[in-house]
């Protein structure tokens, strides 16, 4: 089993900025990428950006140039640095784990961070 474990989220400014972590822990293996999604308020769940096994990344069209993620293997742990918050960035952040197991493949999911941008 793997805990995902997030912390950074907040209530900040428009053109603010935070810091999101996810320390990923228990039986981590072939793990092929880590990521962020979010969910604002009735919309469906979208990539935000991710950062494959080899260390390449991806980030949606609406937050490239101003979010920026990262990870420490040592730690296990994956960042996202959002700079230039805007209102619109207002949502539930979650940390994904993507993992390919004997029985196939496999997400792991945190519990989610609040990220409000107030105008």
């Known amino acids: 089993q793997v805990q995902l474990v997030e912390s950074g989220g907040g209530l900040v400014q428009a053109g603010g900025s935070l810091r999101l972590a996810c320390a990923a822990s228990?039986?981590?293996?072939?793990?092929?990428?880590m990521g962020w999604y979010r969910q604002a308020p009735g919309k469906q769940r979208e990539l935000v950006a991710i950062?494959?096994?080899?260390?390449?990344?991806n980030q949606a069209d609406s937050v490239k140039g101003r979010f920026t993620i990262s990870r420490d293997n040592a730690k296990n742990t994956v960042y996202l640095q959002m700079n230039s918050l805007n209102p619109e960035d207002t949502a539930v952040y979650y940390c994904?784990?993507?993992?390919?197991?004997?029985?196939?493949?496999?997400?792991?999911w945190g519990q989610g961070t609040q990220v409000t941008v107030s105008s």
């Open positions: 994904n784990l993507h993992t390919i197991a004997t029985t196939g493949p496999i997400d792991y």
């Open positions: 228990g039986n981590i293996f072939s793990v092929k990428a």
């Open positions: 950062i494959t096994s080899v260390g390449s990344t």
